[in-house]
């Protein structure tokens, strides 16, 4: 039984996720050639490169059994895919704006008589609809931040993760049509035909994900100490302690904790008694 998953072949996106595939054990053999097709190091899953804007219809059409692409451009599609997880990168928003000296600040200054261009005609349609708006529509492949400057339109629709390239071309924000991130997605045949092997595959993937700055911290510490650790020891579920066959009544304490965290733990716990402190990272938490 094979499984074929889809994923960007370019694009801000394409290299982080052949990188969770990658942690997930599923790394390609062929990337450096970026051929079509790629095999993986499981027999049985193969990797297809893709435009990210077609994956949610070869999802659907089951074309692949999964696939990696942004929430924006499975609604955009309206796909219907069942999504597995979040992949907790490529936060992006979904945004109307309209050039900084116009009149235009909120949603309740435009009037039909407007246009609107964007590369997503489908969702911005459906929000001028949700807002009683019927305006002309202009579908644009690109450069959509230039259309109120060069006559195509009055407003845009454009993607944004910080807003940085709408205020350089000097346009401001007046509403948000969708919060979007990258998806992991399967059809409806695939999962109920195939679901071992995809939840298989998205049990690694979740535990990339969960593991994700965060560091195992192991270390050595007198019993006459312990209580004095375990008071400074962040954890998932508490810290793990086992004996350690020594001439001195010593425990080894491990424990889970975010990589944000280290710092300040690391000199705490030398001050609380901890000694051979070791700070390692983890590929996965299942």
């Known amino acids: 039984m094979k499984i074929k998953i889809a994923i960007p072949s370019k694009g801000r996106i394409s290299e982080p996720s052949i990188e969770i595939l990658e942690k997930a054990g599923l790394g390609l053999k062929d990337n450096s050639n ?9 027999e049985n899953i193969d990797v297809l490169f893709a435009r990210a804007s077609d994956i949610p219809e070869f999802v659907e059409d089951g074309v692949v059994d999964m696939g990696i692409t942004g929430l924006d451009l499975i609604n955009e599609a309206s796909a219907d895919i069942k999504v597995l997880t979040d992949l907790k990168f490529g936060q992006t928003k979904l945004v109307l704006a309209s050039p900084e000296e116009s009149d235009i600040n909120s949603v309740y200054d435009i009037t039909d008589e407007m246009t609107i261009a964007s590369e997503f005609p489908n969702l911005t349609k459906k929000y ?7 305006l002309k529509i202009v579908k644009l492949s690109g450069s959509t931040e230039a259309a109120p400057f060069i006559g195509v339109s009055d407003l845009i629709t454009d993607l944004t ?48 994900l969960d593991a994700d700055r965060k560091k195992l911290i192991m270390m050595n510490v007198k019993s006459e100490d312990l209580e004095g650790v375990k008071k400074v020891m962040p954890s ?43 700070v390692v990272p983890i590929e996965r938490i299942i």
């Not at 059809?187 to 979740?206: A, F, P, Q, V």
């Open 161 to 208: 993760s910080t807003g940085t390239t709408l205020r350089m071309n000097h346009l401001k924000v007046i509403d948000i049509i969708l919060d979007s991130s990258i998806k992991l997605i399967t059809n409806h045949d695939s999962y109920n035909n195939k679901k071992e092997l995809i939840d298989s595959i998205t049990t690694s993937i979740k535990g990339v």
């Open 128 to 134: 001028l609809k949700e807002k009683g708006l019927n």
């Open 34 to 42: 970026r051929k079509l097709f790629s095999k993986t190091h499981h």
């Open 236 to 278: 998932m579920t508490g810290p793990t302690i086992s004996e350690v066959l020594s001439s001195e009544k010593t425990v080894a304490v491990q424990a889970v904790i975010d990589e944000d965290e280290v710092f300040k733990l690391v000199n705490d716990l030398k001050n609380a008694g901890a000694k051979d402190i070791l």
